[in-house]
Protein backbone atom coordinates (compact mmCIF):
# COMPACT_ATOMS: atom_id res chain seq x y z
CA UNK A 1 0.00 0.00 0.00
CA UNK A 2 1.69 3.11 -1.19
CA UNK A 3 1.53 6.02 1.45
CA UNK A 4 2.44 9.45 1.22
CA UNK A 5 2.92 11.39 4.25
CA UNK A 6 3.57 14.80 4.46
CA UNK A 7 5.15 17.05 7.45
CA UNK A 8 6.56 20.69 7.91
CA UNK A 9 3.73 23.46 7.32
CA UNK A 10 2.32 25.91 9.77
CA UNK A 11 2.54 29.92 9.75
CA UNK A 12 5.40 32.33 8.90
CA UNK A 13 5.66 35.68 7.88
CA UNK A 14 6.67 36.95 4.38
CA UNK A 15 10.20 36.73 3.71
CA UNK A 16 10.71 33.40 6.24
CA UNK A 17 11.27 29.87 5.16
CA UNK A 18 10.02 26.67 5.94
CA UNK A 19 10.68 22.71 4.88
CA UNK A 20 8.58 20.41 4.03
CA UNK A 21 8.72 16.73 4.20
CA UNK A 22 7.41 13.76 2.58
CA UNK A 23 8.09 10.42 3.87
CA UNK A 24 7.02 7.43 1.67
CA UNK A 25 6.23 3.58 1.84
CA UNK A 26 4.95 0.81 -0.27
CA UNK A 27 6.73 2.16 -3.19
CA UNK A 28 10.75 1.75 -4.72
CA UNK A 29 11.44 5.18 -3.35
CA UNK A 30 14.72 5.54 -5.30
CA UNK A 31 13.05 4.54 -8.81
CA UNK A 32 10.05 7.09 -8.35
CA UNK A 33 9.90 10.43 -9.42
CA UNK A 34 8.62 12.90 -6.92
CA UNK A 35 6.46 15.75 -7.00
CA UNK A 36 5.27 18.65 -4.74
CA UNK A 37 2.17 20.55 -5.53
CA UNK A 38 -0.07 22.75 -4.39
CA UNK A 39 -3.70 24.46 -3.79
CA UNK A 40 -4.92 27.60 -2.77
CA UNK A 41 -8.94 28.09 -2.17
CA UNK A 42 -10.50 28.49 -5.05
CA UNK A 43 -7.67 27.88 -7.54
CA UNK A 44 -6.59 24.27 -9.18
CA UNK A 45 -4.01 22.20 -7.74
CA UNK A 46 -0.61 22.92 -9.95
CA UNK A 47 2.70 21.93 -9.64
CA UNK A 48 5.69 23.18 -7.46
CA UNK A 49 8.19 21.43 -7.85
CA UNK A 50 9.26 17.26 -9.00
CA UNK A 51 12.34 15.36 -8.85
CA UNK A 52 13.06 12.43 -10.64
CA UNK A 53 14.61 9.41 -10.01
CA UNK A 54 18.30 10.48 -11.18
CA UNK A 55 18.23 14.10 -9.37
CA UNK A 56 16.79 16.16 -12.07
CA UNK A 57 14.81 18.64 -10.98
CA UNK A 58 12.11 21.43 -12.43
CA UNK A 59 10.07 24.13 -11.08
CA UNK A 60 7.26 26.09 -11.55
CA UNK A 61 8.37 29.58 -12.39
CA UNK A 62 6.61 31.52 -9.50
CA UNK A 63 8.90 29.13 -7.21
CA UNK A 64 11.95 29.25 -9.28
CA UNK A 65 15.22 30.73 -7.10
CA UNK A 66 13.27 30.67 -4.36
CA UNK A 67 12.46 26.89 -3.69
CA UNK A 68 14.43 23.62 -3.62
CA UNK A 69 13.24 20.05 -4.27
CA UNK A 70 15.93 17.40 -3.25
CA UNK A 71 14.77 13.91 -2.18
CA UNK A 72 16.67 11.03 0.18
CA UNK A 73 16.60 7.74 -0.96
CA UNK A 74 18.47 6.35 2.19
CA UNK A 75 15.35 7.92 4.26
CA UNK A 76 12.23 7.15 1.56
CA UNK A 77 12.05 11.46 1.59
CA UNK A 78 11.03 14.06 -0.22
CA UNK A 79 12.02 17.78 0.99
CA UNK A 80 10.72 20.79 -0.42
CA UNK A 81 12.82 23.77 0.76
CA UNK A 82 10.73 27.00 0.69
CA UNK A 83 12.40 30.58 1.22
CA UNK A 84 11.57 34.23 0.40
CA UNK A 85 8.14 33.06 0.94
CA UNK A 86 5.08 35.20 0.01
CA UNK A 87 1.36 35.98 1.10
CA UNK A 88 0.67 33.69 -2.94
CA UNK A 89 2.46 31.34 -2.02
CA UNK A 90 -0.25 30.01 0.71
CA UNK A 91 -1.77 26.77 -0.07
CA UNK A 92 -2.50 23.22 0.93
CA UNK A 93 1.18 21.37 -0.27
CA UNK A 94 0.63 17.85 -1.66
CA UNK A 95 3.00 15.67 -1.95
CA UNK A 96 2.46 13.09 -5.08
CA UNK A 97 3.84 10.55 -7.27
CA UNK A 98 2.72 7.67 -9.89
CA UNK A 99 2.63 4.02 -9.59
CA UNK A 100 2.38 2.34 -13.29
CA UNK A 101 -1.16 3.72 -14.12
CA UNK A 102 -2.30 5.30 -10.60
CA UNK A 103 -1.47 8.46 -9.40
CA UNK A 104 -0.89 8.82 -5.26
CA UNK A 105 -1.75 12.03 -2.91
CA UNK A 106 -0.05 12.79 0.31
CA UNK A 107 -3.11 14.04 2.96
CA UNK A 108 -1.24 17.36 2.61
CA UNK A 109 0.21 20.16 4.61
CA UNK A 110 -1.09 23.81 4.91
CA UNK A 111 1.83 26.85 4.38
CA UNK A 112 0.10 30.15 5.55
CA UNK A 113 2.57 33.18 5.18
CA UNK A 114 0.97 36.37 6.16
CA UNK A 115 2.24 39.75 4.91
Known amino acids: QVQLVESGGGLVQAGGSLRLSCAAS????????MGWYRQAPGKQRELVAA???????NYADSVKGRFTISRDNAKNTVYLGMNSLKPEDTAVYYC?????????WGQGTQVTVSS
Open 26 to 33: GITFRTNA
Open 51 to 57: ILSGGST
Open 96 to 104: NTNLGTRTY
